[in-house]
């Protein structure tokens, strides 16, 4: 009897650990479960909240005068050196290719007109299109007019994207009376080189044939971008003057006068920034270049110097005004140095500005004593193009 007993005491305690055991993991998956649910639900509660919601700007340290009312600017939330967080305006956070309205009405000049979406071109089943943001109506002059070309590694972004970047400056140009527009081009996921060039071109071409329809003065133009836009900015003004015929869908269809380039941080040699990538495999390379050439620039060194800047540089270039930081490590400093060295040896007017402790892309380019610069540029050339 003292054996089974014991048996009997024995398997209760099995039984009753086991028991113990199963509900502690009922209740540890439980648990799991609704930290996963809560998860799942401040996650989309997260991505339901509208963009215009996250971040209220209400004042700023701006110090330039005839912009919008401080209380309307809003103070920028910078990271460790990358694009500003916690993006406010609407479009950032969806990525959306055109403007909200709160963007307008609370970063814009009064009586901007805003023009969206205008196809200028189609190719391969791809529509083109352009924004147009065109200041207070002057019926006496024609307006001059900055052409943004956006960046992303030429395999992404979208023409609104920078302007939620770069909401000064796109301010500070309409406030002195010069149109901001914002081109589109096929991404190296749709087309390798030379197709972003041309569509470049061929987005002047149509602006240049529809001038009269929003009052642009198509001789009075400047030409600006960032990172892959500031390489397609730069192309474009080197070889504006040069006619490269494989630049543009019709060569000779007039595309007006380019005035100056502004460069935030772009490739300029596609050979020499492959430098960094050394133990890359060539048969392999996923580099945002190789990408937009369609091979990698090592093995095609002449295909890259053909889509290089610094290839185009004469004494007919336009004048450059260069921005770079000296933390960059995806384009190194290197890269904008030999852009201007290369112009300065053609007689060509430049400025490089370098921005300490900017990382590519940092949010502070887009800073007053930066705009102070871009402005400074601007307003002299224009003097400069004005009617004697």
Known sequence: MSFVSNVSKSLAATILFGACVASANKCIAQQNTNAESELTESATTAQSIPATSQVERPSTDRTNGGERARSRRGTRQRGSGGERSNRGGGSRGSG?????????????????????DVAFKEVDGIELKLDLLLPKENHETETPLAVWIHGGAWMRGNKARDLQRFDQLAARILERGVAFVSISYRLSGQASFPAPIVDC?????????????YNLDMDRMFVMGTSAGGHLASLLGASHNANVAEFASEPSQ??????????FYGPIDLVKLQEKRADDDVENDQSPEAKMLGVSPRKRPDLAAKASPL????????????????????????????????????GVSSKLVVVDGAR??????????????????????LDEAEPK
């Open 96 to 116: 959306a290719t055109t403007l909200d309205q709160n963007y307008i009405s609370t970063k814009l000049p009064a009586g901007v007109r805003y023009v969206s």
């Open 311 to 346: 290839t185009y540089v004469s004494a007919d270039s336009p004048p450059f005004l260069i921005f770079h930081g000296d933390r960059d490590v995806r384009v190194p400093m290197a890269q904008s140095q030999l852009l201007s060295d290369a112009l300065t040896e053609n």
């Open 254 to 263: 007039p595309r007006g006068k380019i005035l100056g380039i502004v460069d």
């Open 201 to 213: 071109n061929d987005a002047l071409a149509y602006l240049y044939e529809h001038c009269d329809q």
């Open 360 to 381: 590519h892309g940092d949010q502070k380019f887009d800073d007053a004593v930066y705009n102070d610069h871009v402005m400074t540029f601007l307003n002299r050339l």
